[in-house]
């Protein structure tokens, strides 16, 4: 039992392995994700730091400046600059990303583990209400959430959450429903380990390494979700710096290219690299799974 469960742990991701760390940045997609997710994760740190100007300094004088030695991506409707508010902005936007994604990660794993262990009316109830919840696109959900509650980051970050924790529990459903029925568990049972045992000691830690690859995928639809709401102007509210916002208010200046491009290169930058994140992180569960295949 010890020795299936060691090796199923290893194959579907389970537990702390450093190995993953250096797979990852052996692969071309994962390090190019890898360096632009810690770019933008020191940018939103280290925002102080890196910041020219104060992101709410208004500056009259230099209203609508193009870019310049001074100013390197110029100056918006209120002689702000530009590259600090983009700077500041990356700390909303992970803000909002990882609170929505953390939460959407919680409820739906919690939902679908429950519905797969328990099964039978749990299963039926839980998952009438997630169908119904996926049967409408995430974005016009969130809209509707935020619309109804009011624009704020708590309520975007709830109302990504709910878009979203939909996908968790189908993922960790079908994964527990197939876990369920593996040789380590019915040998955990044989041996008389309790229920509450085998879900946490051998179902959940084997589930878990494709939820956290999952969760990059979802981390990059939900940061852009959240630069839509801030576009329409759902989201972060004026004077925050919030990326969706600029290209809003570049929108109404649409001659005055970089007050929308650079904040769309950031959107793009950050959205790339949750991409190749993902993509990076199923390549290597999913060679493990093949090398394990063929031991």
């Known amino acids: 039992m010890t020795t299936g469960s060691a090796n199923k742990t290893s194959a579907r991701g389970g537990g702390a392995e450093p190995r ?16 632009l997710f810690l770019g933008l994760v020191s940018m939103a740190f280290f ?13 009259v004088e230099k209203i609508l400046s193009p870019p310049s030695t001074t100013h390197w991506l110029g100056t918006d409707e209120l002689g702000r600059d530009i ?3 983009i700077i500041f902005g990356a700390r909303v936007t992970l803000q909002v990303v990882a609170g929505a994604v953390a939460l959407s990660l919680i409820a739906g794993a919690v939902l679908g583990f429950i519905a797969a262990y328990l099964g039978r009316f749990w299963d039926a109830l839980i998952m009438r209400v997630i169908d119904a919840l996926l049967a409408i696109p995430p ?15 708590f309520y975007t ?6 878009a979203k924790l939909g996908m968790f529990a189908r993922l960790v459903r079908g994964e527990v429903l197939s876990l369920k029925s593996m040789e380590f568990v019915e040998a955990a049972r044989a041996v008389g380990a309790s229920g509450t045992r085998i879900a946490f000691k ?38 925050t710096p919030s990326w969706g916002v600029m290209i809003a208010t570049g929108m109404q200046h649409w001659t005055l290219w970089w007050m929308s491009i650079f904040p769309g290169v950031a959107i793009f930058l950050a959205i ?7 993509d990076a992180l199923r390549d290597i569960m999913d060679r493990r799974l093949f090398d394990l295949g063929h031991l």
């Open 20 to 35: 993953l760390v250096r797979d990852l940045l052996k692969h071309r997609q994962g390090a190019v994700g890898t360096v």
């Open 47 to 59: 925002a102080p730091l890196l910041s020219p100007f104060d992101p709410q300094h208004v500056a």
């Open 83 to 85: 590259a600090s508010r």
């Open 139 to 153: 974005l016009i959900l969130a809209l509707a959430i935020v619309a109804a509650l009011g624009p704020n980051l």
């Open 157 to 162: 970050i709830l109302a990504i959450a709910l």
């Open 202 to 239: 051998h179902i959940w830690p084997n589930a878990a390494g494709n939820v956290i690859v999952f969760s990059a995928v979802i981390a990059s639809s939900a940061l852009l979700i959240e630069s839509a709401l801030n576009f329409l102007g759902l989201g972060a509210q004026p004077p």
């Open 272 to 278: 790339l690299a949750f991409n190749l994140l993902g």
